[in-house]
């Protein structure tokens, strides 16, 4: 990364922008702490206190009419989160007094911030990486303990380490290659292309691990879509209410109950599943009705997972089994069959079997749920998960290249050829922790964070 001088001064509220007991206006960059000086009384001047201390004092206009008495916390570079001059102000949780506090000092000079800016002035000053930069917009959104896990863990470093390890690796042996390249003309090996071709095995491998993570990582980020469907009246609505323990939708006995598609979500065990109960399928001339059934197919095509219900007495439609497998992946649809506290015993195939309405069964689905979403993994809290998409595909990325090197090893190819593709892995793995990148990458990853952060 080319160095970058940030020259002014930004500013945004912190906490949420309704009313609570604190709120916190932040501010950073070169004259953070000048301008606060301007407009705050304590007792002693913040340009000579010493960094991470906090200060009482009173913020007041420019004509002399107190606006708040405030905490200020003073943070100095290259100590900050930003790695740059810092202040935070704690206001009354009143919003119109950090906005007040906020516009006083934009008339002062300060700019407001951009999305993210903070955290990506921290990246920009070496604070961060930009794997841990992405997971602090993690940290913040993960609504899962398991999710809140794996960012923190990414936000510690563990997936950067892993991944300048192999970046290691690879420059390793592609500077024996690169050596080789220098003395050309004196034919000397200084490494084995046996070896070599080792060395590559073996990151592919590692990679390997890494994306195998993937689809487990996803899930505890991102969380399950789940599509609740089949016939009128079978007790989708039912089985969604149990799920989420509350009356959420609204249960009859008239078959086209549900218009809607209801979406709620549920933690089982630490992952997020976001269950949608949708409208009965069947042909209808009710023009509201249609439009129910058509957003139920909506749902089915948007899931990754799709409990078809049937009951007892309707059984599994063959008809709608076959438009739903048209309109997902066959794996994805899991059959439910539902009321058997109506007739218990049954010949009837399907994956799952309980009542909605005594809760038998039940909880076996949401075993059944849970390994259909995670598949077989068993990872440890400590194992390394790649849960972001761009990272993933840096990696896929990475390895196609390590795939061209191996092979132009082995084809006994020159050195030349070798060494493109090792350095182009290598970029691959760097373009993950931000060494090179692009202004679009950053902007597209930071200005998804929110204001302040
Ligand atoms: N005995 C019994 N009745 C059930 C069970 N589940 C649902 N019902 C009843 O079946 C009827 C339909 O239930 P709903 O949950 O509204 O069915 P639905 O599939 O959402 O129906 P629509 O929204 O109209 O498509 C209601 O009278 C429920 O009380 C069950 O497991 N056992
Ligand atoms: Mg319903």
Redesign the pocket.
């Known amino acids: 990364m080319e160095n970058i001088f940030i020259e002014d001064t930004i500013i945004a509220l912190a906490t949420p922008a309704g009313t609570g007991a604190i709120s916190i206006v932040r501010v950073s960059g070169p004259e953070a702490i000048d301008f606060i000086e301007k407009v705050f009384t304590g007792k002693k001047k913040l340009t000579e206190v010493d960094s991470h201390t906090i200060h009482y004092g009173k913020i007041k206009s420019r004509d002399g009419e107190l606006i708040d008495d405030v905490l200020v916390s003073v943070f100095k570079k290259p100590n900050s989160y930003t790695g740059e001059n810092a202040v935070e102000i704690s206001t009354h949780g009143n919003p119109l007094i950090a906005q007040i506090i906020i516009k006083l000092l934009i008339s002062e000079g300060v700019r407001l911030a951009e999305p993210g800016e903070f955290t990506k002035r921290a990246f920009l000053n070496d604070r961060l990486d930009l794997l841990q930069a992405e997971a602090v917009a993690d940290v913040i959104n993960s609504r899962t303990e398991a999710s809140l896990r794996g960012s923190r863990n990414q936000l510690d470093g563990l997936l950067s380490k892993k991944v300048n390890e192999l970046r290691e690796m690879l420059i390793n042996a592609s500077s024996f290659v690169e050596l080789e390249l220098d003395f050309a003309e004196e034919d000397l090996e200084f490494i084995d292309k046996e070896e070599l071709i080792k060395r590559i095995k073996n990151v592919i491998e590692e990679i390997d691990k890494l994306l195998s993570t993937y689809s487990f990582g996803r899930v505890i980020r991102d969380g399950v879509n789940v599509a ?1 469907v ?12 149990y799920i989420l323990k509350e009356s959420r ?11 809607d598609v209801i979406r709620e979500e549920v933690s089982i065990d630490g992952v997020l599943f976001r269950m949608f ?6 042909k209808s001339k009710d023009e509201i009705e249609k439009e129910g059934v058509a957003r139920s197919r909506e749902a089915v095509k948007d899931s990754d997972l799709i409990l078809f ?1 049937g ?1 007892v007495e309707q059984l599994f439609s063959e008809e709608l089994y076959s438009e739903l497998q048209g309109l997902n992946k066959q794996e994805n649809i899991i059959k439910v069959l ?5 007739q218990e015993k049954n010949n009837v195939k399907a994956d799952a079997k ?5 809760g038998e069964g039940i909880s076996n689905l949401l075993n059944l749920l849970k390994e259909k979403a995670l598949g077989n993994s068993s990872y440890s809290e400590k194992t390394t998960i790649v849960s972001n998409m761009r990272h993933y595909e840096c990696l896929k990325r990475a390895k196609e290249n390590l795939h061209k090197a191996k092979e132009s090893a082995l084809n006994k190819m020159s050195g030349e050829f070798i060494s493109v593709d090792l350095r182009n892995a290598e970029n691959d793995l760097a373009e993950i922790i931000g060494e090179v990148t692009s202004e679009d990458i950053l902007n597209n990853i930071f200005t998804k964070f929110c204001i302040g952060k």
């Open positions: 609740i089949g016939q009128t009246n079978v007790g989708k609505s039912s089985l969604m209410n939708a609204i249960v009859s006995s008239i078959p086209g109950t549900t218009r109960d949708t409208a009965g399928i069947r219900l009951d539902n009321k058997i506290d109506l309980l009542s909605a309405k005594t």
